[in-house]
């Protein structure tokens, strides 16, 4: 199969997955459970959260692994399952996906390098071991993701690097501050982590989660201005959530995502998908109108 640098090299824009974690909880997954231990318990129930995104038209999509790292399984007394958990998520994911992509997601681990919680040779321990399951289960790419920190990053990178053949992506996750400029938890800006990443060598550089669609625009923006080709994917969230009723929901509707496209587009993003509180409806309204708006681009 063609890299995912290539095929968007070429021009082409492809579509993400939409949310795992709010998909499990509407599955019946209670709050102080395990997400990733349902790749072993629950697997029809993860088989089926993958297979809605692939029929809603994703061109690829997650794997159940998000917190999938010997830290955070540790806090459930699975640190000793993390190969058997990997595997299992990455392995039902292509199970569902067909001859679509697989980007096997990696979370950050809890673990902060600068308060000397961990050291950097333990940090890539675990991304490597969870890597390596990933791979073997069937990923196509890893998709390092809802980072902050640009030391555990750039572990994770390497770690990937150096332990498998898999292309690598690195998503970050912004907010938006009173200065008006997106930073991650940690400080980091869009521009400095797509300088760091870059140098690092990730394949796919982005930004997921903390945002909308609509402030993702800007957050793209400010990665095209350090670099014109590396390509950028955009996993955002429907909306900022709110409390409605006792029950946290995110606003934004298909059709709302959706018009955010074009624009997105024009500012330099090359996959599109969603994170927290998107369904399968909203990844085929983005397919919708990816679709449309490349008819558009041909006419005119």
């Known amino acids: 199969m063609e890299s995912i640098a290539d095929t968007v090299k070429s021009g082409r824009?492809?579509?993400?997955?939409?949310?795992?974690?709010?998909?499990?909880?509407?599955?019946?997954?209670?709050?102080?459970?395990?997400?990733?231990?349902w790749c072993l318990t629950h697997r029809q129930d993860v088989r089926a959260i993958a297979a809605s995104y692939i029929a809603a038209g994703a061109d690829m999509i997650e794997t159940n692994s998000f917190g999938a790292n010997r830290f955070k399984l540790d806090h459930f007394g699975l640190a000793g399952s993390v190969a058997e958990i990997n595997y299992a998520a990455a392995a039902i994911s292509r199970e569902a996906a067909g001859d679509?992509?697989?980007?096997?997601?990696?979370?950050?681990?809890?673990?902060?390098?600068?308060?000397?919680d961990v050291a950097e040779d333990e940090l890539r321990a675990a991304f490597g071991e969870q890597a390596v399951a990933l791979?073997?289960?069937?990923?196509?790419?890893?998709?390092?993701?809802?980072?902050?920190?640009?030391?555990e990053a750039m572990a994770a990178i390497r770690a990937v690097k150096e332990t498998t053949s898999l292309e690598t992506i690195c998503t970050f996750a912004f907010e938006?501050?009173?200065?008006?400029?997106?930073?991650?938890?940690?400080?980091?800006?869009p521009a400095e982590m797509a300088a760091a990443l870059i140098a690092g060598g990730a394949d796919v550089i982005g930004a997921n989660c903390g945002c909308g669609f609509e402030a993702m625009?800007?957050?793209?923006?400010?990665?095209?201005?350090?670099n014109k080709d590396i390509p950028v994917l955009i996993h955002a969230n429907a909306g900022m959530p709110v409390v409605e009723s006792g029950e946290?929901?995110?606003?934004?509707?298909?059709?709302?995502?959706?018009?955010?496209v074009p624009?997105?587009?024009?500012?330099g993003a090359n996959i599109i998908g969603g994170c927290c509180g998107t369904t399968p409806e909203h990844i085929r309204a983005l397919a919708n109108a990816v679709q449309a708006f490349d008819r558009h681009s041909a006419a005119g």
């Open 176 to 189: 938006k501050t009173k200065l008006d400029e997106y930073r991650t938890m940690m400080g980091v800006t």
């Open 248 to 260: 946290i929901v995110y606003p934004w509707s298909p059709a709302a995502a959706a018009s955010v």
């Open 100 to 116: 679509r992509r697989v980007i096997a997601s990696v979370g950050p681990t809890g673990k902060l390098l600068m308060m000397g």
């Open 13 to 37: 824009v492809l579509i993400s997955d939409g949310a795992w974690g709010t998909f499990l909880q509407r599955k019946g997954l209670q709050p102080g459970e395990c997400p990733e231990a």
């Open 217 to 226: 625009v800007g957050i793209v923006r400010e990665i095209r201005t350090v």
């Open 135 to 151: 791979e073997r289960g069937g990923a196509d790419a890893i998709c390092i993701e809802t980072m902050s920190a640009l030391d």
């Open 263 to 267: 624009e997105l587009i024009a500012a």
